[in-house]
């Protein structure tokens, strides 16, 4: 998958967001990024952002 309007960083940028979404867990981290970007190219955004992610549900985590 390429976001033609993604630029080095953005996700590290986002790094705190995306681990509290995330609750640290890997396979959540990896749903929500790969939600994103397809997110973004279907609404012609071509960039993964907070708002746009926002927009994404997330299964529930369960921490035992």
Do not use: F, N, W
Not at 1 to 9: F, S
């Amino acid at each position: 998958m390429r976001l033609y309007r993604h630029e080095p960083g953005d996700l590290r940028k986002l790094a705190g967001y995306l681990h509290m979404r995330a609750h640290g867990y890997l396979r959540a981290l990896s749903q929500l990024i790969c939600q994103g970007a397809q997110a973004a190219i279907l609404g012609k955004q071509e960039r993964i952002t907070e708002e746009l992610l926002e927009q994404i549900p997330l299964g529930r985590t369960v921490v035992l």
